[in-house]
């Protein structure tokens, strides 16, 4: 489970959130490219952009479910 505690730092304010435990996988990136991308330097995900539709929303959620290392959190979802 993302801890909010510990998130990557480029997170934008908003309910979705990548934590340090990523890995640097790309699922999220790829399954949602509007609102996840990468930090190049570090090697991790984080939201550049909240979702701000339906579509959005599901592919955030979709990456969240699928994130092999539960590094994602939806505030929302609580
Ligand atoms: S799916 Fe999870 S581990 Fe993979 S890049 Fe995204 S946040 Fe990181």
């Known amino acids: 489970m993302a801890d ?4 990557n730092p480029e997170n934008v ?11 640097d996988c790309d699922l999220c990136r790829e399954t949602a490219p ?5 930090e190049d330097d570090e090697g ?3 939201l550049y952009k ?3 539709n ?10 969240m479910e699928g994130c092999p290392v539960e590094a994602i959190g939806d505030d929302g979802a609580k």
Do not use: H, L, W
């Open 4 to 7: 909010k505690e510990d998130i």
């Open 54 to 63: 339906d579509d959005e929303r599901e592919q955030c959620v979709e990456a």
């Open 34 to 38: 509007n609102n996840f991308t990468r």
């Open 13 to 23: 304010a908003g309910t979705f959130y990548v934590d340090s435990q990523c890995i």
């Open 50 to 52: 909240q979702p701000e």
């Open 44 to 46: 991790y995900s984080y």
